[in-house]
């Protein structure tokens, strides 16, 4: 536990926010009170108040390096020598990411601002250069039709990825046996790589 005053500011926020991801690891946000949270490091919840600015910036900042570290998971995965393979590689590698850590991926979806709380703009970059990212993977370089076009076809598959991972961890995916989140995943990327080859044909 925390003993108050002896930690810097800095120390403080990673002492807190550490604590949080270590909560996460086997049980679910809700079950983890500001003010139990605040009596395991030894510090007041204003304390925490005082140096996150909200309850709602403080959950924010713990789904930001969530965030990070799935960027720099789906980042590793990437590099397959075909569309197909690569794509497949990171909607699997996203796939994985929420199994491994069910709670913080859980919460970087559950997570609302307060009202009037507007996103900050550190945590929209987060969110474009993970979708910058995937588009780059479906078309790199001059490949990319558009702008617009690309981030549209990173963002419907990234939906279609994510609700089939929902789906799995919530074992309610309500297939045969033999068939899990992978299969889909599998089917999703082939008919989507089928589609966009057949564009670049008829063009």
Not at 41 to 56: A, H, R
């Amino acid at each position: 536990m925390g003993r108050k005053g002896k930690h810097t500011r800095e120390e403080f926020r990673e002492l807190v926010l550490s604590e949080m991801e270590a909560h996460l690891e086997t049980s679910p946000a809700e079950n983890l009170s500001l003010r139990n949270l605040s009596k395991r490091i030894g510090y007041s919840p204003g304390m925490l108040i005082s140096v996150f600015g909200s309850q709602s910036l403080f959950l924010l900042e713990v789904n930001s390096r969530t965030l990070d570290e799935m960027t720099d998971h789906l980042n590793s995965k990437g590099g397959g020598s075909t569309l197909r393979d690569n794509l497949y590689r990171i909607a699997e590698g996203y796939l994985e990411f929420a199994e491994q850590n069910r709670y913080r991926w859980k919460m970087v979806f559950e997570h609302k601002m307060a009202e009037g709380e507007p996103v900050p703009d550190w945590m929209q970059n987060k969110i474009d250069t993970l979708f910058a990212n995937l588009s780059h993977s479906i078309f790199p370089g001059s490949e990319t039709p558009s702008n617009e076009q690309a981030d549209l076809m990173a963002k419907t598959l990234w939906a279609s990825v994510h609700g089939i991972t929902q789906l799995s961890l919530d074992d309610k995916l309500f297939i045969d046996a033999g068939m899990d989140g992978k299969s889909m995943i599998k089917v999703l990327v082939d008919n989507f790589c089928a589609g966009i080859n057949k564009n670049i044909a008829e063009k």
